[in-house]
């Protein structure tokens, strides 16, 4: 019972928590970084398609829920995003293709999650490099929620089995990683 509450609430806070990052978009106050969320949308995809091979958990349903909400947010991030595509956002890019071309050929789920985790740092490190310019461009209870939902999702997978958790535990440890830079940043630039 705890279990399913724990995989319930991860999926909730995912979708709850990105509602506001989604108004804030919309209203100018957040700006996404683009090659970021593209990268996270199709690693996520990836991630999902490798657990569907698996098989299926709380994790696979906050990846699921996630591709929706990463989908929709670098799409807007066309429109609204922050800065200018640098030569770092078409390298961290680029890494991701070749990582996907990667995991194609590998065909190991094991692997391939190992895959995931290194090219989603490429989308990571932009996130961490625009909160360390622009701190106030993100909206920090989004990231907390999808923080506390991978937390959630690892826990209710009920499982040690690195192709089910370890993305999703990554992605609690990176979400986690981005609300601490976002706080110290923004109490650093209100001195």
């Given at each position: 019972?705890?279990?399913?509450?724990?995989?319930?609430?991860?999926?909730?806070?995912?979708?709850?928590?990105?509602?506001?990052?989604?108004?804030?978009?919309?209203?100018?106050?957040?700006?996404?970084?683009?090659?970021?969320?593209?990268?996270?949308?199709?690693?996520?995809?990836?991630?999902?398609?490798?657990?569907?091979?698996?098989?299926?958990?709380?994790?696979?349903?906050?990846?699921?829920?996630?591709?929706?909400?990463l989908l929709t947010i670098a799409t807007l991030s066309i429109k609204y995003g922050y800065g200018s595509f640098h030569m770092r956002d078409t390298l961290s890019?680029?890494?991701?293709?070749?990582?996907?071309?990667?995991?194609?050929?590998?065909?190991?789920?094991?692997?391939?999650?190992?895959?995931?985790?290194?090219?989603?740092?490429?989308?990571?490190?932009?996130?961490?490099?625009?909160?360390?310019?622009?701190?106030?461009?993100?909206?920090?209870?989004?990231?907390?929620?999808?923080?506390?939902?991978?937390?959630?999702?690892?826990?209710?997978?009920?499982?040690?089995?690195?192709?089910?958790?370890?993305?999703?535990?990554?992605?609690?440890?990176?979400?986690?990683?981005?609300?601490?830079?976002?706080?110290?940043?923004?109490?650093?630039?209100?001195?």
């Amino acid at each position: 019972m705890l279990l399913t509450i724990l995989g319930l609430s991860a999926v909730i806070l995912q979708v709850g928590g990105f509602l506001p990052y989604i108004r804030d978009i919309l209203i100018g106050k957040t700006k996404p970084e683009r090659a970021s969320f593209w990268i996270f949308s199709l690693l996520t995809s990836v991630s999902l398609v490798v657990q569907l091979s698996d098989k299926i958990s709380w994790a696979t349903a906050l990846l699921a829920t996630s591709l929706l909400t990463l989908l929709t947010i670098a799409t807007l991030s066309i429109k609204y995003g922050y800065g200018s595509f640098h030569m770092r956002d078409t390298l961290s890019v680029l890494f991701a293709i070749m990582g996907v071309i990667l995991w194609q050929l590998t065909s190991q789920p094991l692997i391939a999650v190992s895959i995931v985790i290194l090219i989603d740092l490429s989308g990571v490190w932009l996130i961490l490099l625009k909160v360390w310019e622009a701190p106030q461009t993100e909206t920090l209870f989004a990231w907390a929620a999808g923080a506390l939902a991978a937390t959630f999702a690892t826990i209710a997978a009920q499982s040690l089995d690195p192709v089910q958790i370890g993305f999703i535990g990554y992605s609690a440890i990176a979400n986690w990683l981005i609300v601490i830079l976002i706080i110290y940043r923004r109490k650093v630039l209100d001195r």
